[in-house]
């Protein structure tokens, strides 16, 4: 009897933010292990998501600056600043037009996650594919909204999300069953400001 054939994931690398409270765009900030912060996390999620990968901007006018290799797509929000809600629908809304079951997203500002934490959401999701799959940060132990999957046909709820007063990708979670992966809290740690950034540089970064 053959086998069933695997869902279609795409990976979407979302580095649409605004950066305010960086003052300079994350995606372009160095890396301690070297290339960018946008070069590190592509390639991480490449690794896990082959040729199935796409990087969500606020605009395609961050393509040049952010200097994409001509073989990776670039998506862009349809509307300025609604924030990360507006990064997870484009992302659906293009996975569903071009065939895939659901979209791993993570954003470029999270220098200490691995391919294999991704890959663990990747076969974890598998299991039951048509459930929201998220990663949780252990110790303290808090959701983590923009590190997950989620199955296309989401995309109604999300683009609801979206439209709403709130936009908040939390709010609706809380209210939607899902299913988590645990991850510890220091491969979740993300960068926001020039403090943050300053410990990356003198922390030993995990390598892959």
Same mark, same amino acid.
């Given at each position: 009897?053959?086998?069933?054939? %695997?869902?279609?994931?795409? /990976?979407? %690398? $979302? ?12 995606? $372009? ?18 690794? #896990? ?33 609604? /924030?990360?809600?507006? /990064?997870?629908? #484009? ?10 079951? /659901? ?14 934490? %991704? ?90």
């Amino acid at each position: 009897m053959p086998h069933a054939a %695997l869902p279609r994931l795409l /990976g979407v %690398l $979302l580095a649409g933010g605004l950066s305010s409270r960086m003052g300079t765009p994350k995606a $372009l900030l160095p890396h301690p292990n070297g290339g960018t912060f946008l070069t590190h996390s592509l390639n991480r999620l490449q690794s #896990v998501c082959a040729d199935d990968v796409v990087v969500n901007l606020a605009s395609q006018a961050d393509r040049d600056p952010f200097r994409l290799p001509a073989s990776v797509a670039s998506i862009s929000d349809s509307l300025p600043a609604l /924030g990360p809600a507006m /990064g997870v629908c #484009v992302g659906m809304l293009h996975a569903e037009s071009n065939g895939y079951q /659901g979209c791993l997203f993570t954003p470029v500002d999270l220098p200490d996650l691995l391919a294999g934490d %991704l890959t663990s959401l990747i076969n974890t999701w598998r299991e039951q594919p048509t459930k929201i799959l998220l990663a949780r940060q252990t110790d303290p132990e808090r959701l983590q909204p923009l590190v997950g999957i989620y199955p296309v046909g989401y995309l109604d709820q999300i683009q609801g999300v979206v439209e709403s007063k709130h936009r908040s990708l939390y709010r609706f979670l809380q209210s939607t069953d899902h299913r988590t992966v645990d991850l510890p809290a220091s491969r979740l740690r993300n960068v926001n400001t020039p403090a943050d950034r300053d410990a990356s540089v003198d922390r030993n970064l995990p390598s892959e």
